[in-house]
């Protein structure tokens, strides 16, 4: 069996040396690099071939790529090199790396060509002052053959163990079962559906209710199609921490009894989350961690792939063992793992790890996106971009002289837009081309002198920085995805300034590809209807499939009573609070036990539990807070046990309203005291609008307002009822749920009650 590798691959497995080094030196970005190799080439002769496909064997390995130049009447073969600054902060293993690239490459050109000796050249171009430096050596074939032998035998008993590991990894897969002795009601439904799309190479939307055991559900029969369609990596993507835990737990059960399986699961979580050292910066010279990194790296990541199940903790527990960062082995392990358990933004984002690997390595991969509904919104975060006026006055004042120009010219247009602003909120139908073009000076003016001062960089500077190339990148694809608006903020301390935002509202353009370029994906939750809405506003294949799986509860278990001739609009609020109190008390007195309460704000939810303690202080209540951490909405959540009783009081689309178990007596019933719609402002009228002129005049304001509102409600209400013995009943406090077009929306397995309170 023959493995295929790039020259890179190879070259960054076999070369790789020294500390990790993540100080912040501007590179040149990916235009300068194309640029700056066009500008090298274009200074050769007629006869320099650019991009030359080289390939060749070594005994179990085949290595292939494409060497940036040859000049055959020098018989020189350059590696072609972009940076920016002083030629000696490029770091000594980044040069070992680049000859050992040209050193392969001109092994395998000798080879094709019949050489007996060839030039080397490693060709810096600076991308500020478009000079070269070349760094040249002439070596024979022998002593190339030599060296790529070399490179060769250290990557081939990996690349053996790899195909080992994948053989074992399929025949393993092939043979698992099912860990329980049968599906639950609706799950074989589903896992049918995910192998079906699996096969066959397509998307799958299947809205399946909380409870039917969707995690397993979906992984099961994607592991298993893994072997059949060759896939060779699994990525398994969630919105919150709670959903990363659910899928270990799901891979777990799928594990053998045995000690040791060949599925490599790992679980990757964001830098903040694994760094051991977060008072000391990501470079050799600081963080212990760094130091020797690469050194250390190859036996840190043979004892992790060893181990197979790669969770957090196992993770952390392997780097400090062998001394390294813990992020970035794991970061290194998202190349060798069967199953990657993360973040959306590790797929979806600008620059996602996972995508990006999946690019470079032509990895056949399939993606399942754990409570899709989320999706949306966390999409459109990844493309927009912010500029906040106040922080960027702050950061005139303490700019070194070399910016201040380029600053005063940003400042200079963004006062010509304030100037025409009218009201607080004001849309422009584009971005202000000098605007732009003043920016994208600026970041370059910064990257030079990030460049030129490396150290001691000011946060406030490298803030600015970031969200200026995001907004500079965003505005080149500008269009009717998104909206360019700015907002007037009042602050006491320097009057008012503005915030500009280039918002995105469909993140369809952006997502598309990363859909088309997996062989298969399944997004699933308990709330995707209706089909259009997500395919529109994610940008799903046209041949995407949607599924309603069948519910495992029946209607007798869920009692849900929908209360007419109660509003709960924001003109009618004062009015309610007596009539929801009322129906709060009587349902509790009637069954006491633990029950959750969901208002559409703060301050509403505060409203109604003033005055529900003033007229009902026996009953026991808590709240949730808008500054809760993370151990008080642990606490908040352990204060619902089996024998407690009381109502919690929380905010719909809040922390509480999805994501979170309360099975059994832990919780019998809710009350959900609005339509969970977006504030009516000027922002989502716009959004409204947008999305009408794009989608039609029907879709408008369901788009905007309906449809993410009744999301909420449906996992809020999905909280009750958790398993095949739960029982429970859920309020639905607003007349509007007497409406057919919200009734649509509902769960179909659901059996509505009307009740009339009483006045």
Same mark, same amino acid.
């Given at each position: 069996m023959t493995y295929s590798v790039a020259v890179r691959a190879l070259c960054e497995f076999t070369a790789k040396e020294g500390d990790l080094d993540l100080r912040f030196t501007p590179s040149p970005t990916a235009q300068e690099g194309i640029a700056g190799h066009q500008t090298v080439v274009s200074r050769r002769g007629d006869s320099y071939l650019a991009e030359l496909p080289l390939s060749g064997r070594y005994p179990g390995l085949l290595i292939s790529g494409r060497a940036d130049g040859y000049d055959p009447e020098r018989n020189r073969l350059e590696e072609i090199k972009t940076h920016r600054g002083d030629i000696s902060r490029i770091p000594a293993n980044h040069r070992a790396l680049h000859w050992a690239q040209v050193k392969v490459y001109g092994w395998l050109l000798c080879q094709q060509l019949g050489l007996d000796q060839l030039e080397l050249a490693v060709v810096y171009f600076n991308v500020l002052t478009h000079t070269e430096n070349a760094f040249v050596e002439v070596m024979s074939a022998d002593a190339l053959g030599d060296f790529f032998a070399e490179q060769c035998q250290r990557f081939l008993q990996w690349a053996e163990q790899e195909e080992a590991h994948r053989a074992h990894r399929d025949i393993y897969l092939q043979a698992l079962s099912f860990p329980y002795p049968d599906f639950r009601r609706g799950q074989r439904q589903l896992a049918e559906a995910v192998y079906r799309c699996a096969r066959d190479g397509n998307t799958l939307m299947a809205q399946a209710t909380t409870g039917i055991g969707k995690t397993l559900g979906t992984l099961f029969p994607q592991l298993k199609a893994m072997p059949s369609q060759q896939l060779d990596r699994l990525f398994f993507l969630t919105a919150k921490t709670p959903g990363r835990r659910l899928a270990l737990d799901a891979l777990q059960r799928l594990r053998d009894e045995q000690s040791k399986t060949p599925l490599r699961v790992l679980e990757h979580v964001a830098r903040d989350k694994a760094c051991e050292y977060p008072d000391k910066s990501c470079h050799g010279d600081s963080c212990p961690l760094a130091k020797g990194f690469y050194n250390r790296l190859p036996e840190a990541r043979k004892a992790a792939l060893r181990d197979g199940w790669l969770t957090q903790e196992r993770v952390r527990a392997i780097a400090l063992a062998h001394q390294v960062c813990p992020y970035y082995l794991s970061q290194e392990l998202c190349r060798w793992a069967d199953v990657v358990v993360c973040d959306y933004n590790y797929y979806f984002d600008l620059?996602?790890?996972?995508?990006?690997?999946?690019? $470079?390595?032509?990895?056949?991969?399939?993606?399942?996106?754990?409570? !899709?509904? /989320?999706?949306?919104?966390?999409?459109?975060? &990844? +493309?927009?971009?912010?500029?906040?006026?106040?922080? @960027?006055?702050?950061? %005139?004042?303490?700019?070194?002289?070399?910016?201040?120009?380029?600053?005063?010219?940003?400042?200079?247009?963004?006062?010509?837009?304030?100037?025409?602003?009218?009201?607080? +909120?004001? *849309?422009?139908?584009?971005?202000?081309?000098?605007? #732009?073009?003043?920016?994208?000076?600026?970041?370059?003016? *910064?990257?030079?002198?990030?460049?030129?001062?490396?150290?001691?960089?000011?946060?406030?500077?490298?803030?600015? +920085?970031? /969200?200026? &190339?995001?907004? %500079?990148?965003?505005?080149?694809?500008?269009?009717?995805?998104?909206?360019?608006?700015? =907002?007037?903020?009042?602050?006491?301390?320097?009057?008012?300034?503005?915030?500009?935002?280039?918002?995105?509202?469909?993140?369809?353009?952006?997502?598309?590809?990363?859909?088309?370029? !997996?062989?298969?994906?399944?997004?699933?939750? !308990?709330?995707?209807?209706?089909? /259009?809405?997500?395919?529109?506003?994610?940008?799903?294949?046209?041949? =995407?499939?949607? $599924?309603?799986?069948?519910?495992?509860?029946?209607?007798?278990?869920?009692? #849900?009573?929908?209360?007419?001739?109660?509003? =709960?609009?924001?003109?009618?609020?004062?009015?309610?609070?007596?009539? $929801?109190?009322?129906? &709060?008390?009587?349902? +509790?007195?009637?069954?006491?036990? /633990?029950?959750?309460?969901?208002?559409?704000?703060?301050?509403?939810?505060?409203?109604?539990?003033?005055? @529900?303690?003033?007229?009902?202080?026996?009953?026991?209540?808590?709240?949730?807070?808008?500054?809760?951490?993370?151990?008080?909405?642990?606490? @908040?959540?352990?204060?619902?046990?089996?024998?407690?009783?009381?109502?919690?009081?929380?905010?719909?689309?809040?922390?509480?309203?999805?994501? *979170?178990?309360?099975?059994?007596?832990?919780?019998?019933?809710?009350? *959900?005291?609005?339509?969970?719609?977006?504030?009516?402002?000027?922002?989502?009228?716009? $959004?409204?609008?947008?999305?009408?002129?794009?989608?039609?005049?029907?879709?408008?304001?369901?788009?905007?307002?309906?449809?993410?509102?009744?999301?909420k409600v449906v996992q809020a209400a999905g909280r009750v009822i958790r398993t095949t013995d739960d029982q429970g009943v859920v309020y639905l406090l607003d007349d509007r749920y007497g409406q057919a077009k919200v009734r649509e929306l509902l769960p179909s397995w659901w059996r509505l009650q009307a009740l009339t309170p009483k006045r």
């Open positions: 620059g996602a790890l996972l995508y990006g690997l999946a690019q $470079i390595n032509e990895w056949r991969v399939a993606v399942l996106v754990d409570e !899709a509904h /989320n999706l949306v919104e966390r999409a459109r975060g &990844m +493309y927009s971009a912010e500029l906040d006026q106040q922080e @960027f006055h702050e950061l %005139c004042r303490i700019a070194p002289a070399s910016l201040r120009s380029t600053l005063q010219r940003v400042s200079r247009h963004w006062e010509q837009l304030n100037l025409v602003q009218q009201g607080d +909120y004001q *849309i422009h139908p584009l971005v202000p081309d000098l605007l #732009v073009a003043a920016l994208q000076r600026t970041v370059s003016a *910064i990257t030079d002198h990030l460049t030129d001062h490396p150290n001691g960089q000011d946060r406030l500077l490298l803030q600015f +920085y970031l /969200n200026a &190339m995001l907004f %500079c990148r965003l505005s080149e694809a500008y269009g009717p995805h998104s909206l360019f608006d700015v =907002t007037r903020q009042d602050s006491q301390a320097i009057g008012d300034h503005t915030t500009l935002c280039l918002r995105n509202i469909v993140p369809a353009p952006f997502l598309a590809e990363r859909f088309s370029n !997996a062989h298969t994906t399944t997004l699933f939750s !308990a709330t995707l209807r209706p089909a /259009n809405y997500y395919q529109d506003l994610l940008g799903l294949p046209e041949e =995407t499939q949607w $599924i309603d799986v069948e519910s495992p509860f029946s209607a007798a278990q869920l009692d #849900v009573r929908v209360v007419r001739n109660l509003s =709960t609009r924001y003109q009618h609020r004062d009015a309610s609070l007596d009539t $929801i109190c009322h129906l &709060m008390a009587e349902q +509790y007195l009637r069954a006491p036990g /633990n029950y959750l309460a969901f208002f559409s704000s703060y301050a509403y939810l505060q409203q109604v539990r003033e005055r @529900f303690n003033a007229l009902y202080p026996a009953i026991a209540s808590s709240e949730q807070t808008r500054s809760m951490n993370e151990g008080e909405r642990q606490a @908040f959540l352990d204060s619902f046990t089996l024998h407690s009783e009381g109502i919690g009081f929380a905010v719909l689309g809040g922390a509480f309203g999805e994501g *979170i178990d309360l099975p059994g007596k832990r919780l019998i019933g809710a009350f *959900i005291a609005t339509l969970g719609l977006p504030q009516v402002n000027v922002v989502n009228e716009e $959004i409204k609008a947008r999305l009408q002129q794009m989608f039609g005049e029907e879709n408008g304001y369901d788009y905007a307002y309906l449809y993410p509102g009744l999301q």
